[in-house]
């Protein structure tokens, strides 16, 4: 019985002070308690401002100045595009253009020099707004004032006989038009960069006048159809300071996360 009434004593004993014992040992911080899961944060990264006037360029084309020298008509022409958070480009282009033709034919002769000038906006369509290449899309309005001569073998009259001369001179006209185009702009050393585009152009309205009907308008081409395709290819002087400023900016930062690593 003694050896019985022992053992019934230690295992009550180990009831009661095991829980207490675990209760103490808890509270004094040596087991510790399971985690909880914390709360994802995603952290994006913050890309960088692009001041909002970036700078200009100064571009000629030479394709038009091939065809001025070359053909029987064409144009020499420069722009001047400003440069708003390297996505939005107004711009501003002007010339002369020219058109000496003798039609094979009817031995009708046209001719005129004249100014022109066209206003619009180009868009940049690359993503990465901070490269130097582009990819643009843009629109234009053009106008020109202008006189011209037409000529050709004298006209005859089937009816009554003779002949009237057909030659008309200082024929005072103007004419407005509309441009869409795309196009791209490579650097090729330092500021200097070349671009090509294609243009649509389409003929708004010209002055109306009882001799003839124009046969080329400076700046826009010739108006056999309602509508013409153009091309340019320049030569483009580049501005960017805003670029540079931004490029310095970039790797300061890059180099200071470094040095803090």
């Known amino acids: 019985m003694s050896c019985m009434t ?24 040596n087991v510790p308690e399971p985690e909880k899961p914390s709360l994802y944060v995603e952290v994006k990264e913050e890309k960088p401002k692009i001041p909002f006037f970036q700078g200009f360029t100064l571009s000629a084309d030479v ?3 091939v065809q001025y020298l070359l053909w029987d008509y064409g144009g020499v022409e420069g722009a001047l595009r400003l440069n708003l958070k390297n996505t939005f480009f107004p711009i501003v282009e002007m010339g002369i253009g020219k058109c000496d033709k003798e039609e094979e034919n009817t031995h009708i002769l046209y001719k005129t020099t004249a100014p022109f000038a066209r206003v619009g906006i180009d868009f940049n369509m690359l993503k990465n707004k901070l490269q130097d290449n582009r990819l643009y899309v843009g629109v234009r309005y053009g ?15 089937p009816v009554w006989g003779g002949a009237e001369p057909f030659d008309y001179r200082g024929i005072s006209t103007t004419s407005h038009w509309a441009e869409a185009l795309v196009g791209v702009q490579v650097k090729l050393w330092k500021k ?26 400076p700046g826009y081409g010739t108006t056999v159809n309602s509508g013409t395709l153009g091309f340019t290819y320049s030569l483009i002087f580049d501005m960017n300071w805003g670029m540079k400023k931004m490029k310095m900016k970039i790797k300061n930062e890059e180099l200071r ?3 803090e690593e």
Request: net charge positive; charged share 15%.
């Open 143 to 157: 106008i020109s004032k202008y006189d011209f001569d037409i000529s050709g073998p004298a006209l005859e009259d």
């Open 6 to 29: 022992h053992f019934l004593f230690f295992v009550v004993l180990f009831l009661f002070v095991t829980p207490a014992f675990h209760t103490v040992v808890v509270a004094q911080g």
């Open 63 to 65: 394709y038009g100045i």
């Open 257 to 259: 996360v470094k040095n």
């Open 192 to 217: 200097l960069h070349m671009g090509w585009a294609i243009r649509y152009r389409r003929e708004l309205s010209s002055t109306k006048n009882i001799y003839a009907k124009p046969y080329y308008i």
